[in-house]
């Protein structure tokens, strides 16, 4: 079975811009996380989204939002990048509601410069 | 989501067991504890996951002592390869899938 995909795998955008990443969820897996990860924060997560409902949000500011498609595949948005938006973004997806038992893609390195 | 201390890093020779050691002191009845492990500039992997007692699969072991307040990551005859960061995660199974990963314990493997 195929993993969980992500694309794309590197992105380097300026400030003030935004960017679209997208996850692509292992098949027959309705649940998709996004999360932050930075050398000083650590893993944070972003939401979390179910048959195309954001069923958690973690605590970042609006300019990251998220969607899913009814074929559960995702995406994210991050709107007037920021220096500190540079980050690995890894998108994770489990079985209904099987939270601790995710499956992580291999992330979006982003560099906002 | 219960908190959990694990060590910040940890060495060992090639061929030994390595064994991770994680609080939680107020874990809650229903919650289980689940590892992961994450190599450089990749996704964390799901590893193990258990209730109580002792729980293996091919990679580790996992044992919980009768409180619960504490876990132990048993990875047998370490490589090279094992060299990554371990989280350690308390939370029920069902529910938020809102994980908490803390700073995890960074293992390097010497030859």
């Known amino acids: 079975k195929a993993g969980v995909t992500q694309t794309p795998r590197y992105l380097i955008k300026t400030r003030g811009q935004q960017v679209t990443l997208s996850c692509s969820p292992i098949?027959?897996?309705?649940?998709v996380s996004w999360y932050q990860q930075t050398p000083g924060q650590g893993l944070q997560f972003l939401f979390e989204y179910f048959s195309e409902t954001q069923r958690n949000k973690g605590n970042f500011p609006g300019r990251f939002s998220g969607r899913q498609f009814s074929n559960s595949r995702s995406e994210m948005n991050v709107s007037t990048l920021e220096l500190g938006d540079s980050a690995l973004y890894l998108c994770?997806?489990?079985?209904?509601?099987?939270?601790?038992?995710?499956?992580f893609g291999p992330g979006t390195r982003l560099t906002v410069t | 989501l219960a908190k959990t201390t694990q060590p910040i890093s940890m060495d060992s020779y090639e061929g030994q067991e390595v064994n991770i050691t994680c609080s939680h002191n107020n874990i809650a009845t229903n919650d289980y504890i689940t590892w992961y492990q994450q190599f450089p500039s990749q996704g964390p992997r799901f590893i193990i996951q258990g209730y109580k007692t002792k729980v293996t699969n091919e990679v580790a072991s996992l044992f919980i002592p009768a409180d619960r307040k504490s876990s132990t990551l048993s990875l047998p005859r370490v490589s090279l390869s094992d060299t990554a960061v371990y989280y350690c995660l308390v939370g029920a199974p069902e529910g938020a899938n809102n994980l908490f990963f803390g700073t995890g314990t960074r293992l390097t493997v010497i030859p």
């Open positions: 098949s027959g897996h309705r649940s």
């Open positions: 994770a997806s489990s079985r209904d509601r099987v939270a601790y038992e995710q499956y």
